[in-house]
């Protein structure tokens, strides 16, 4: 399955359910104040993103295995260590 089409067939299941939908963004308000203005973040709050956050991982490991680019990345950019 197409990378592009994977994510967006997660994000279009999270979205679904209209109740979904408001508590998402609810908490995606929530977490931005908790970032712009250092306002206490909710652990409820916390633990719903965290748990969302958990699924699409799952998922995305689930679809395609593990993934493993970004240390051969950045190994090849750094080049040869010194011994």
Known sequence: MNDGVATINIM????NDTMTDLSVRNDE?????HFLTGVPLD????RRVQE???RIRDE???Q???VDIAVP???ELRGE???
């Open 12 to 15: 279009n299941a999270i979205q």
């Open 29 to 33: 308000e929530a977490v931005m104040a």
């Open 52 to 54: 969302r956050g958990q």
């Open 73 to 75: 990345a950045v190994r």
């Open 64 to 66: 395609h295995g593990l």
């Open 43 to 46: 652990p409820e709050v916390s």
């Open 60 to 62: 995305i490991y689930r």
């Open 81 to 83: 260590l010194p011994e």
